[in-house]
């Protein structure tokens, strides 16, 4: 007979909340949404409170909307969460030639959902590829990017600057337990807690009917992975980075497994000298997950 892990998204977040010492009287309103983009294809996003959204944040390759759940509680702003294509409860890429990590498909599919869940948006937050999918937006949709936020990342990143990362994501598309799931993700995230990879893992990962468990994303994997080797060449967008004329903060993560370097944030000064970057000295290249009230902080500050 097979164990079942029984899993519902909204119940967690007390533990989030325990966690990083906030108050937690109630639980918080949210609920699930899914906006259609065309093609017969949606995406899925968490819509927190009931007012008028003010916040879109996108989460990194191999993650999901859950990512954010801590940062959303701190912040306690109406905001809407989004599954990029093939990642949570989204559906997988449209037909473009770089699946997952295409900048500009995935950029044309969040404008989508964003005119539609999120309009009056102050900012958009963009962690990893989210941040990569942010710099596009404001190509692609530049009327739905009042603020931009860049979580760890800029066009600068590689496969080898994101080789602990794409080490971790390359690996078994499935696992016979819920135990091995945690214990592999447990040895590539030391500086997290389990409880809160456990977390991960049931907003990130599906039981099968025989008991084995696979990641949501590796439904869609395209070739070497979701981020990193294999990738396309994201230097292309300093152009774009170049071009942008709303206010940007680049939020770097300083410990082991960043992918912004001194040289990614000197070219980021260069090309937008009055953009702002603020160093999360306990982080790595999730700083959601390692300093999430600090970032909320940092957010939260910028968009007011």
């Known amino acids: 007979m097979v164990d079942r892990i029984e899993y519902d998204e909204f119940a967690l977040f007390s533990e989030n909340a325990a966690e990083h010492g906030l108050p937690y009287d109630r639980p918080p309103v949210v609920r699930r949404e899914f906006a259609d983009i065309g093609g017969g294809r949606r995406l899925s996003a968490l819509v927190w409170g009931t007012g008028e959204p003010e916040l879109v944040l996108l989460h990194g390759g191999a993650q999901n909307a859950h990512t954010w759940d801590t940062v959303a509680l701190a912040l306690d702003r109406p905001l809407v969460a989004v599954d990029l294509p093939g ?50 937006l404001t190509e692609v949709a530049p009327e739905v990017v009042r603020r931009a936020v860049l979580v760890d990342v800029t066009p600068g990143v590689t496969g080898a600057k994101a080789k602990q990362i794409t080490d971790f994501v390359n690996g078994p598309e499935s696992f016979p337990s819920f135990d091995e799931i945690l214990a592999r993700t447990v040895a590539f995230n030391p500086t997290r807690s389990e409880a809160s990879l456990r977390r991960g893992i049931l907003h990130n990962a599906v039981q099968q009917p025989d008991g084995s468990w696979v990641w949501r994303y590796a439904r869609w994997r395209v070739g070497g992975g979701v981020e990193g080797q294999g990738a396309p060449d994201y230097g292309v967008l300093w152009d774009l980075v170049s071009q942008i004329r709303v206010p940007l903060l680049l939020c770097r993560g300083m410990l082991s497994g960043s992918v912004v370097d001194d040289a990614d944030e000197a070219e980021l000064r260069r090309r937008l000298p009055e953009a702002r970057v603020e160093h999360f000295e306990s982080a790595g290249h999730s700083i959601q997950g390692d300093m999430p009230l600090e970032l909320a902080r940092a957010i939260d500050e910028f968009v007011a």
């Open 87 to 136: 990642h949570g409860h989204s559906d997988g890429p449209g037909a473009q030639p770089d699946g997952q990590l295409s900048a500009f498909g995935n950029a044309r599919d969040v404008a989508a959902a964003v005119r539609r869940l999120a309009p009056a948006a102050r900012g958009v937050v963009g962690m990893s590829m989210g941040g990569i999918t942010t710099i596009a």
